[in-house]
C-alpha cells in the first residue's frame, strides 16, 4: 500500500506536469486564440474557494470577497480560471501548517484587479526577479515534496500578457505573497 501510495502521487504529479507543459505551448503558439467573454466573477472566484477548501491537506481559510458584488471580467473563461488556479495553488503549497488565502477581485478605472493573498512561507527578494521563469523554483530542497515544476507562474504571467494585463507580485519572507492581476 506504501509503494502504491507513492507511485499514484508521482504519477498525479507527472500528468499535472504534463499537463501544465501542454497548455504552455499551446498558449505561446501565434494562432493561439483567447475568447473574450463575460465572467461573473463571484461565481468563478466562489467556485476556485471552495475547490481549494475541499482538496486542502491542512487547515485553509479560502475567503472570497467580490466589490462590487455583480463584478465581471471580460476574458477567457477556461483560461482565466486555470490562472488563478495555478496562484491558489501555490499559496496552499507555500504555506506552514496553517493558512489563510484572501481571492479578491475589485476594479480599477477600466480595469479588474485580481488578487490572490496568502500568509504563507513568501519568496525572498533575490528570487523575486526570477520566479516567473520556466522552471524556476524556490530552495529546490524545500519545495521537492510539493511536486511542482516551476511553470504555474510563467503560464499567468504569459496569459496576463496575451491580455495587454499586468501582474505584480509583492511578498515577505514568513509574512505571505500577495499577487495582482490587471486585466483591461
Ligand atoms: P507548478 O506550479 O508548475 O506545479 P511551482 O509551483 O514550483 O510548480 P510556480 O507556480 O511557477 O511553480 O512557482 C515558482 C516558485 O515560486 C515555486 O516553486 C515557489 O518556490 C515560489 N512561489 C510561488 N508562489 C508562491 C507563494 N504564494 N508563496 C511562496 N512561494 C511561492
Ligand atoms: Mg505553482
Known amino acids: 500500500a506504501k509503494y502504491l501510495g507513492v507511485i499514484r502521487s508521482q504519477l498525479t504529479a507527472l500528468s499535472e ?18 475568447r473574450r ?4 466573477l463571484a461565481g468563478m472566484l466562489g467556485a476556485l474557494a471552495e475547490k481549494f477548501r ?8 479560502v475567503t472570497v ?20 488556479d495555478n496562484l ?15 481571492i479578491s477581485a475589485g476594479r480599477d478605472g ?9 500568509d504563507g512561507i513568501g519568496i525572498p527578494e533575490k528570487d523575486l526577479p526570477r520566479i516567473c521563469e520556466r522552471f524556476y523554483r524556490v530552495d529546490k530542497d524545500r ?16 496569459l496576463v ?6 501582474m505584480e507580485i509583492r511578498s515577505k519572507v514568513n509574512e505571505g505573497t500577495n499577487i495582482t492581476i490587471r486585466l483591461p
Not at 500578457?161 to 499586468?166: P, V
Open 65 to 84: 470577497d467580490v466589490s462590487p458584488e455583480g463584478l465581471t471580467a471580460f476574458a477567457d473563461r477556461f483560461h482565466l480560471s486555470h490562472a488563478l
Open 17 to 34: 506536469m504534463v499537463e501544465r507543459i501542454l497548455t504552455m505551448s499551446r498558449e505561446e503558439r501565434e494562432d493561439f486564440t483567447l
Open 110 to 118: 477600466g480595469r479588474v484587479v485580481l488578487r490572490v493573498a496568502d
Open 37 to 40: 467573454e463575460r465572467i461573473l
Open 54 to 61: 475541499m482538496q486542502a491537506a491542512k487547515p485553509a481559510r
Open 88 to 102: 491558489v495553488d501555490n499559496a496552499l503549497k507555500y504555506s506552514g501548517e496553517e493558512v489563510h488565502i484572501r
Open 143 to 158: 519545495s521537492r515534496n510539493s511536486g511542482g515544476t516551476g511553470l504555474g507562474l510563467a503560464i499567468v504571467k504569459h
Open 161 to 166: 500578457r496575451r491580455y495587454n494585463g499586468e
